[in-house]
DNA sequence: TGTCTATGTTGACGTCTGTCGATACAGGTG
DNA sequence: CACCTGTATCGACAGACGTCAACATAGACA
C-alpha cells in the first residue's frame, strides 16, 4: 500500500503538506497552502465562530447556535464558506437546519506544524 | 504566588489567554488577541519567512540569511516586522547585523488551542 | 570625517477582505 | 398552493493589506 490517504475528499492539501515549521524553510508552494488555514483563523469572528462549532457537543452544531458574534447574518454565514473553503469545516444540511462539524485532521495538521516548532527552539 | 508571570515583558497576551478551542466558546476578546496571531502566518511570505528563522540554527537567524524569498529588501523587512509585533519574533541588532528569533511560549500556546480541538473533536 | 553595507521607514498604488442590505433559495407547515 | 423561517448569494462600499521605489538610519571601517 504506497499511498495510505484513502479519503481523499475530505481532506484539503495541509494534511499531507508541511513539516513543523523548525524542521526547514518551507517553499513557496508547502507556504502557500499552509499559510491558508492560519489565515482562515486569524479573523476574530471567524475564530469565535469555529471556537463556537468546536465546543459545541458532539463537535457540531447548528448556524443558528452560532450566530450570536455581533454581526449580520449574511456575515455569519460568508466566514462559515470561509472556513470550509479552507477545510476547517465541513457543512451538512439535515432539514430546516444546516449542520456544521470541525474537521480534526486538518486541525492536528496545524497543530504539530506549531509544537514542534514550539519544542525544537526552546 | 497568584500570579506566576514573571517575565511580563517578553509575552503577549497570547500565552495566557485562550483555552483550547473546543473548551468553550471564545469571547470577542479572546478571538481578537488570538487572531492576531494566526493571522501574522497567515501570509505565505510571512510564514517562508517564520519557517527560515525556526529552522535556522540555534533558532535564530540573520535577516541577510533569510532574505531570499522573491520579494524587495523592504517587503522583507516589513513581514519582520508584523511577526515581531504578533509576538512570534523578537529581534536584537548585533554589529552590522540585525538577528531574530522565534519566541517559543507564544508558538506553544497557539499549538496547544489547536491540539486540545484536534483530539477532542474526533 | 566620509563612505559603504545592512536594515528600517515612508508614501503611494492596486488588490483583497469584512461588512452590510437586498434578494434568492430550501425546507417545513398550513 | 401560499407563507414563514433558516441559510446562502449578490452587489456595493470602506478599510486593511502586500508590494515597491525612494529615502533614512545604524554600525563598521578607513
Redesign the interface.
Known sequence: MPNVKVLPLLEPDVVACCPP????????DE??V???M???????????L???V??HEG?EACVCD?SD??VSQPTVSHHLKKLKEAGLLSSERRGTWVYY??E??V??A??AL??G??????
Open positions: 515549521l523548525n524542521e526547514r524553510p518551507m517553499s513557496a507556504a502557500e499552509a499559510a491558508k492560519f489565515k482562515a483563523l486569524g479573523d476574530p469572528v471567524r475564530l469565535r469555529f471556537s463556537a468546536a465546543s463537535g452560532i458574534v455581533g462539524r470541525v480534526p485532521a486541525l492536528a496545524m497543530g506549531l509544537a516548532a514550539a519544542k525544537a527552539t526552546a
